[in-house]
């Protein structure tokens, strides 16, 4: 689509750049709306703040920046199926924190909860044992 025999670098230059711009709002868009509407689904709290990071930053090299409380929004509306308690703390502060505290804050609700389901599970495990009885009879002898 860019090279042919009669082009020179900057004829090479021009065509990459014109087709790059030319889908730069439509990407702009799309990049918006995926961050938006993102959800930690399965993913973990590490690889879920990444993703909005690495969105946020496409955008900003799009020349359409994100602000910090915006990507603490995302975030938060994000996770509010696996992490109410949080998110709602989160929410109802009086100044938002900033995208890294939150990352860090949830990334401790994540640790906490695991260690929870581990406890609860070993728990459940060892009272969940059959037990068994055995009678014994003793016969006396007369």
């Known amino acids: 689509m860019v090279i042919d025999d009669s082009n020179t ?5 021009k ?31 590490t690889d879920y703040f990444q993703e909005i990071k690495l ?6 090299n799009l020349g359409s920046p994100v602000s ?3 990507l603490v929004t ?3 509306n994000g996770l509010r199926a696996k992490f109410p308690e949080i998110t709602r703390i989160i929410r109802h502060r009086e ?13 401790l609700e994540e640790s906490d909860m695991a260690q929870l389901t ?11 044992l059959p ?10 002898s007369s």
């Not at 938002?96 to 949830?106: E, G, I, T």
């Not at 581990?118 to 969940?128: D, E, K, P, R, V």
């Open 68 to 70: 910090d409380s915006s």
């Open 118 to 128: 581990h406890a609860l599970s070993s728990t459940n495990l060892s009272s969940s």
């Open 74 to 76: 995302y975030a938060i």
């Open 95 to 107: 100044t938002l924190p900033m995208f890294d505290q939150v990352w860090s804050m949830v990334l």
């Open 131 to 140: 037990t068994v009885l055995v009678a014994t009879t003793t016969e006396m």
């Open 9 to 13: 670098a900057h004829d090479v230059w």
């Open 15 to 45: 065509k990459l750049q014109n087709l790059f711009h030319d889908n730069k709002a439509s990407r702009v868009i799309q990049l918006d709306n995926e961050i938006r509407n993102m959800a930690t689904g399965s993913l973990f709290v």
């Open 55 to 60: 969105k946020a930053t496409r955008l900003a």
